[in-house]
Nanobody
């Protein structure tokens, strides 16, 4: 079992930055693919960034060039650096872990990000 805990959310003005953390316990994340999802009120949960076990990354179009996903295997933690934040980035952000793209058995509880205009 992998337990994931997100942190780092909060309220920020448009144009600002936040760094989300996804800390794991129970197992090392080294072999896992990790994705950051977000869910805005009334909308579906959507993946915004993915990092493979070997560090390959991919991003949803709306966050490309603004968000960066990275992993620190020594700390068993994955980060999402979010720059140039926009009000439409407001959502609950979740991290998820799995061994196959699109299949994530393990989820964190989420952290709220609110971007004011």
């Amino acid at each position: 079992q992998v337990q994931l805990v997100e942190s780092g959310g909060g309220l920020v003005q448009a144009g600002g930055s936040l760094r989300l953390s996804c800390a794991a316990s129970g197992r090392t994340l080294t072999s896992y693919l990790i994705s950051w999802f977000r869910q805005a009120p009334g909308k579906e949960r959507k993946s915004v960034a993915v990092i493979s076990s070997i560090g390959t990354t991919s991003y949803e179009n709306s966050v490309k060039g603004r968000f960066t996903i990275a992993r620190d295997n020594a700390k068993n933690t994955v980060y999402l650096q979010m720059n140039s934040l926009k009000p439409e980035d407001t959502a609950v952000y979740y991290c998820a872990a799995g061994h196959q793209l699109g299949i994530y058995p393990y989820w964190g509880q989420g952290t709220q990000v609110t971007v004011s205009s």
